[in-house]
T-cell receptor, first 114, second 111 residues
Framework: NAGVTQTPKFRILKIGQSMTLQCTQD?????MYWYRQDPGMGLKLIYY???????DKGEVPNGYNVSRSTTEDFPLRLELAAPSQTSVYFC?????????????FGQGTRLTVV | GESVGLHLPTLSVQEGDNSIINCAYS??????FIWYKQESGKGPQFIID?????DKRQGQRVTVLLNKTVKHLSLQIAATQPGDSAVYFC??????????FGTGTRLQVFP
């Protein structure tokens, strides 16, 4: 059981380039989340999804887009990379929301924009 | 891996002592709270959770206390071990679907 898998693990982008961070989970979870974590800071919610075909903005959605065409996959798209998007990105999933439904996290994608 | 939490508040304890990590949350409508542990270079891992209709919940070596009056959450770790060294985050469930994280506290355990 792989859990939550993120690819790539590391990436360096030039300003203005675009890329997609991949996230897939094999636990049949309904809820999926994207967070970013800047050095010395907590996790900030970018986007989340409560099921296939449904996405919604989190705390810091600007500069990002997501899609959820299947239950398993929740890719995060950066269209015009900016230095402010240098961060570690974490994808997470949970079966439901609320009590007794812990979120499982991937190992993270470290992105540097230069 | 990357060392997160370079500028986070730090709690230093001696091995075997008890640790208390505190968290203030912002939304009085939050109905569910979770503590996560994050080791360097890894994603957060679930430790323990508590519903808003509870004041206390105990797990293995960990206890979470919730004070809704002052919007305060704490994580108590008994007999702290070197393997407990990590950054600890509280998170609150807001508006049914959003899971929002606090700033975090770095726990350092000395022998």
């Amino acid at each position: 059981n792989a859990g939550v898998t993120q690819t790539p693990k590391f990436r360096i982008l030039k300003i203005g380039q675009s890329m997609t961070l991949q996230c897939t989970q094999d636990m049949n979870h309904n809820y999926m989340y994207w967070y970013r974590q800047d050095p010395g800071m907590g996790l900030k919610l970018i986007y989340y999804s409560v099921g296939a075909g449904i996405t919604d903005k989190g705390e810091v959605p600007n500069g990002y887009n997501v899609s959820r065409s299947t239950t398993e996959d929740f890719p995060l798209r950066l269209e015009l990379a900016a230095p402010s998007q240098t961060s570690v990105y974490f994808c997470a999933s949970s079966f439901d929301r609320g009590a007794n439904t812990e979120a499982f996290f991937g190992q993270g994608t470290r992105l540097t924009v230069v | 891996g990357e060392s997160v939490g370079l500028h986070l508040p730090t709690l230093s304890v001696q091995e075997g002592d008890n640790s208390i990590i505190n968290c203030a949350y912002s939304n009085s409508a939050s109905d569910y709270f979770i503590w996560y542990k994050q080791e360097s270079g890894k994603g957060p891992q679930f430790i323990i959770d508590i519903r808003s209709n509870m004041d206390k919940r105990q797990g293995q070596r960990v206890t979470v206390l919730l004070n809704k009056t002052v919007k305060h959450l704490s994580l108590q770790i008994a007999a702290t071990q070197p393997g407990d060294s990590a950054v600890y985050f509280c998170a609150e469930n807001i508006s049914s679907d959003k899971l929002i994280f606090g700033t975090g506290t770095r726990l350092q355990v000395f022998p």
